[in-house]
């Protein structure tokens, strides 16, 4: 595990790594599973100059996950289609979920979830649509929205968390990375390193380097082999996603969209338990599994 010194360097490694590992290129996947495009609230990031700038700095495989909404992820999944470049890069859909407890994010996803379940309501339908469940930046407390620890070491304990961001390049202070990592460590949960990324700069600030996947399931038996690299963002990074939020407000304001579907943001804990959303209706979920009677 390594934590570069600056971006430049992380990505410099992040080449050698191809080079030297990447033989044949299917052999090894380069991925990061928590990224922000123009479908959150707080990031203006397209998916033209995410695309590109993936490639560019050697991500293979990439997790789009916007604030509440699955659409995001589809959008840059279609544009790499159009652009014919899927042979160069694997998008996974991906969503960043405000729960009733915090956020909880679900990679290889089909559809969206709605924001204010429970968090172990949220982690079934996840696993339900055939995804995996992973905590983002779990012990960072200058974010509101982060998951409380309560229903986090419930999650735990059940076996319903099946990675855990032990390195979120937005978390200011790396102490609570450590705890991340702590926790992680004690419940025998794989980690990853993730770029939290909402704008150009940040592409591939953080990767991980594991067996190449195709699969929910592929990906969760390559993550105890897994070997994450990631460099730390400087905290003025969280200045960009202020202005994300304030021109995508002055934007609506003008009756400008700036995405195709919606574009949320990330909601205090505090705030999904005062404005509860409605909950889907059964029919909306894929049906559960029932016992041989």
Do not use: C, M, W
């Given at each position: 595990m390594t934590i570069a010194t600056s971006a430049t360097e992380l990505r410099s490694m992040l080449a050698e790594e191809r080079e030297t590992t990447g033989k044949p290129p299917t052999a090894k996947a380069f991925a990061d599973f928590h990224i922000h495009t123009r479908?959150?609230?707080?990031?203006?990031?397209?998916?033209?100059?995410?695309?590109?700038?993936?490639?560019?700095?050697?991500?293979?495989h990439?997790?789009?996950?916007?604030?509440?909404?699955?659409?995001?992820?589809?959008?840059?999944?279609?544009?790499?289609?159009?652009?014919?470049?899927?042979d160069k890069l694997t998008v996974i859909l991906g969503e960043e979920v405000s729960t009733a407890d915090g956020?909880?994010?679900?990679?290889?996803?089909?559809?969206?979830?709605?924001?204010?379940?429970?968090?172990?309501?949220?982690?079934?339908?996840?696993?339900?649509?055939?995804?995996?469940?992973?905590?983002?930046?779990?012990?960072?407390?200058?974010?509101?929205?982060?998951?409380?620890?309560g229903p986090l070491r419930n999650?735990?304990?059940?076996?319903?968390?099946d990675v855990v961001e032990v390195f979120n390049c937005r978390?200011?202070?790396?102490r609570?990375?450590?705890?991340?990592?702590?926790?992680?460590?004690?419940?025998?949960?794989?980690?990853?390193?993730?770029?939290?990324?909402h704008s150009s700069f940040e592409v591939a600030m953080a990767f991980n380097a594991l067996p190449a996947f195709d699969t929910a399931d592929e990906l969760k038996a390559g993550l105890p082999e897994n070997e994450w690299h990631a460099s730390r963002s400087t905290v003025f990074i969280h200045l960009t996603t202020r202005w994300a939020v304030w021109k995508n407000t002055f934007d609506a304001w003008r009756g400008k969209r700036t995405a195709a579907g919606p574009i949320l943001g990330p909601q205090p804990v505090e705030q999904v338990r005062r404005e509860p959303v409605q909950r889907p209706a059964p029919s909306e979920l894929p049906p559960t599994e029932k016992a041989d009677e």
């Open positions: 479908f959150s609230r707080d990031s203006i990031l397209t998916e033209e100059k995410f695309i590109e700038k993936a490639i560019e700095r050697g991500l293979t990439v997790a789009v996950t916007n604030h509440n909404n699955v659409e995001g992820a589809i959008a840059v999944r279609d544009k790499v289609a159009q652009l014919g470049l899927t956020e909880v994010v679900g990679i290889f996803l089909e559809r969206t979830i709605p924001r204010g379940l429970s968090a172990n309501e949220t982690a079934d339908e996840i696993h339900r649509q055939g995804g995996l469940v992973s905590i983002p930046h779990p012990f960072d407390p200058f974010r509101g929205s982060h998951i409380k620890e999650l735990a304990e059940v076996g319903k968390i978390v200011t202070l790396q609570h990375n450590q705890e991340a990592a702590d926790f992680a460590a004690n419940y025998g949960i794989p980690g990853i390193a993730a770029s939290d990324s």
